[in-house]
């Protein structure tokens, strides 16, 4: 088995996790539905950017 050479600092851990955190969904409201959607996704209607798609 590949054992580590140095023990990695508490920093480097910290700064590889980062990237590891939950983040808030950012919310839009569409034009026409006046309802509220995820950022760059559709609407559950089918609308996007006030278009509908399907």
Known sequence: MAVQQNRKTRSKR???RSHSSI???ILSIDK???KTHIRHHMTT???YKGKKIL
Do not use: L
């Open 14 to 16: 910290d700064m590889r």
């Open 23 to 25: 983040k808030v969904p």
């Open 32 to 34: 026409t539905t006046k």
């Open 45 to 47: 209607e089918g609308f």
